[in-house]
């Protein structure tokens, strides 16, 4: 049986006989990063600088939120708008290996140079137990790099420290309801953000449609009363021909994907109700642009993954 306040004793003092000196944290407001983050301030305090990139490829207002999250911790916050360093590094890339590899190597690019910047030597991830099982390695075959494990260049300056490589996701669930964090419930978001819900390539124009099918998706469910574990759109390279009024419409569909899961290593598609799904197809193709038909994935984890890449 997991116990939750043994655990954060153990990682605690773990911490404080590992890092010596100043590190820094890369958080982004999800319940992995954030539970890091509290550990880390337990036991560094101030010598902890919590770094949030803004990549471009988060969220309607999540960069805002992450911000509201960790100005309240007793840590120091630094954020770095490296929205157009993504975007470049990302251009004319469709394989999503080369995707989540490009983007772990641009966020420890700038951690790096973040941490010189502040003389720090340690970088804190907030790396679970499947980020490293589907990384690979091994006997294991990659299932998808996660950019903060396979998406890690090998020559790096800074040492790294996970305090909850071992622990799976309802275990992390649990820790950070014992720390009283207040995103314990959160729906988890992946680490190369929306890049990975866009199938091709990732362009503003893609990110912008994606972005407002997925705070559709987000707020018809959440209005619902509606529980799954992870709910979210992906734009497809597709085009299919649709009506729009009386003319012909040649647009891209969206997929909606909802599961439920506990430790994100197995999940079955969620069974929701037929009205809800209409009432997000209706509002996606009336409000968004270019969009002309909306489908919904019904296939469990496995044989797909919860993410489309």
């Known amino acids: 049986m997991f116990d939750a306040a043994k655990f954060v004793d153990e990682a605690v003092r773990k911490i404080k006989d590992e890092v010596k000196g100043k590190a820094i944290i890369a958080v982004s407001g999800g319940v992995d990063s954030t539970v890091v983050a509290k550990l880390g301030s337990m036991a ?8 949030h990139v803004d990549t471009g490829l988060l969220r309607k207002g999540e ?7 960790f100005r309240n911790m007793e840590l120091e916050f630094i954020k770095v708008d490296a929205r157009k360093e993504f975007l470049d590094a990302l251009s004319g890339v469709i394989d999503p290996e080369r995707k989540r590899k490009i983007i772990g190597e641009k966020f420890i690019e700038i951690f790096e140079r973040e941490a010189e910047k502040h003389g720090a030597e340690y970088l ?12 690979g390695g091994g ?5 998808k790099s996660h950019h903060n494990v396979g998406g890690l260049p090998e020559n790096m300056k800074i040492k790294i420290v996970e305090p909850l490589r071992d622990l799976y996701k309802d275990e992390v669930r649990k820790v950070a309801k014992y720390l009283n964090l207040d995103v314990a419930e959160k729906q988890p978001f ?3 953000g929306l890049a990975i819900r866009i199938i091709g390539e990732v362009t503003e124009e893609r990110l912008e449609i994606v972005r407002d099918a997925c705070a559709i998706v987000e707020e018809e469910i959440e209005k619902s009363g509606e529980n799954p574990w992870q709910y979210f759109a992906v734009l497809l390279p597709l085009k299919t021909v649709g009506v729009h009024g009386d003319r012909r419409a040649y647009g891209y569909t969206i997929a909606i994907r909802s599961v439920d899961s ?12 037929w009205d809800l799904l209409e009432r997000i197809s209706i509002r996606i193709t009336n409000e968004l642009k270019g969009i002309n038909r909306v489908v919904y994935d019904i296939t469990n984890k496995p044989p797909g993954t919860i993410e489309w890449e």
């Not at 560094?44 to 770094?51: D, E, R, T, Y």
């Not at 991830?125 to 099982?133: E, H, K, L, S, V």
């Open 190 to 192: 992946p680490g190369p």
């Open 44 to 51: 560094i305090g101030k010598n902890l600088i919590a770094v």
């Open 139 to 143: 006997l294991r075959d990659t299932i």
């Open 63 to 69: 960069s805002n939120e992450v911000e509201r999250i």
């Open 124 to 135: 804190f991830q907030g790396t679970i137990a499947p980020d490293w099982i589907e990384s």
């Open 262 to 273: 506990i430790d994100a290593m197995t999940a079955s598609f969620s069974k929701l109700p």
